[in-house]
């Protein structure tokens, strides 16, 4: 059966990851990577076993009416009501219905993306998935451009566009939006409480511009059914980060699976410093406590479905 199969190589993976020095000795094999589709199919049907992303991707206009007031997914003792704005800005279908692709890419925010000059590779995928609404034109040479799926955790408004309190934030925010076209743009909005106001001030910001961007909200049970199939699979992270999460959703959509950018550590292999984010100067939070990610962990599994030809895992430079 694909799930015992997986959840022994799982758990019997030999590859080493020193997590305080950020030093990795692990085995990645680069010329000889294959794709496995047996396993590939074999994995897209366990996944849907816990959640079928078609579905889970987002909420739907259906699924809500305004004033509804709904339980916080990691935080059930509080609510959000559903407002108008937002009501209006739900998907009438899932925005990802139908959709098929050969290849996709999932692009994480890691330094390691700096000087790899993966750009033009990573744009020739038939469907791109980034994170958190990274930059990329400064960065084009390295990270690509094209970006068919973007997520923006709440938190990024204050992070990246100074909580909007100038005009000037507000615009380059706009312009950032605007630049997606009609692509899709994930918004975790019933996670924690913490975002709404910046939730609010996102949705009212598209529908003043009129911005052609199509906004989608994962359904309330998307992150436990993701975290369910990987517990399933042995692999104990206590909350999916994103890219995780993206990559799970993606096994429904993309028969092959590319991902760069995905490098929780400090140091490359050769020693050299990386920054957590190629594009800002956020620090390695996940080495305390206080983090609910173990990308690490997260990262073993992923470089052990590479080696198993599950998906593609790119950490070096793109020639
Ligand atoms: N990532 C990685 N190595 C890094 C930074 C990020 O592997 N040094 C991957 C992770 O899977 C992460 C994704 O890239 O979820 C996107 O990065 P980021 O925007 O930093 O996500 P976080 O805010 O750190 O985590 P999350 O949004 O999941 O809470």
Known sequence: DGEISLSRSMVNSSDKINQKTGSSVFQHSVERWKINSSLVLDIRKNILRFLDAERDISVVKSSFKPGDVIHYVLDRRRTLNISQDLHSLLPEVSPMKNRRFKTCAVVGNSGILLDSGCGKEIDNHEFVIRCNLAPVVEFAADVGTKSDFITMNPSVVQRAFGGFRNESDREKFVHRLSMLNDSVLWIPAFMVKGGEKHVEWVNALI?????????????????????????????????????????????????????????????????????????????????????????????????????????????????
Request: proline share 6%; with cysteine; charged share 25%.
């Open 207 to 319: 529908l003043k511009n009129k911005l052609k961007v199509r906004t989608a909200y994962p359904s309330l049970r998307l992150i436990h059914a993701v975290r369910g199939y990987w517990l399933t699979n042995k692999v104990f992270i206590k909350r999916p980060s994103t890219g995780l999460l993206m990559y799970t959703l993606a096994t429904r959509f993309c028969d092959e699976i590319h991902l760069y950018g995905f490098w929780p550590f400090p140091k490359d292999m050769n020693g050299k410093p990386v920054k957590y984010h190629y594009y800002d100067d956020l620090k390695y939070r996940y080495f305390s406590n206080a983090s609910p990610h173990r990308m690490p962990l997260e990262f073993k599994t992923l470089n052990m479905l590479h080696n198993r030809g599950a998906l593609k895992l790119t950490t070096g430079k793109c020639v």
